[in-house]
């Protein structure tokens, strides 16, 4: 029942490529999208896969898969498998799922995306205010990693023709969302891992952050506190 009852939800809710704009035919310079995604799926994404996929211990007892593709095998096949629709992840979310490696910069703002970003920071605030009315003091620390927050190769903004859509990216349009996300919270810390701590962050066992990242996070936080 709750099957059906997605999939009527999903009929009716737009995606991204339901209200992007139709690419201009008088435009041949759109940026390369192969290209911006042979530089987000890079050698240290690919390490950084593999070691988790080979791991020999799983969390919550998943079986042992191991990755043998080499590099160029699995660039290829992360590049192909890019923007494909993934039906069961939104039948079981309620929500329009695709292979977006760049869905955290994107610029179009769908309606559901939207809501999300209001919702949160109606919550972050709500918490903010209970924390103060009891006398202490409210903290956020959000974690930045690159490759997947902004992935993207520079500053500038991507304009991708895809499937006949203009679908429009930049790293500034996490940083709006991010904005947006913790609107009049008083006591904020951006940690960017990867250029701060570097890009062995992650623990081969669930590609959470390993010991030594957590260290360091936890050091960058007490160090916020203490101002």
Known sequence: MNKIINKIKLKKQKHFLDIANKCNKEINDYDNLEIELKKLFDKNYYLRVKNIANSPKKPYGKPNTPMNETFDEWQKNQIQKFFKYNKKTSLANNIHSFNDGLYYTSEIMTPIKKKGVLITNKLINEMQKVVIENNSDFYVINIIQNKFHRPLSSEKQ??????????????????????????????????????????NNYDVFDGHLNNDANKFVMEKVAEFIDK
């Open 158 to 199: 991507f304009v991708f023709c895809y499937e006949g859509k203009e679908l429009i990216y930049s790293n500034k349009a996490y940083d709006d969302m991010i904005k947006r996300v913790f609107k009049n919270i008083y006591n904020i810390q951006n940690i960017n891992l990867e250029e701060e701590f570097g890009h």
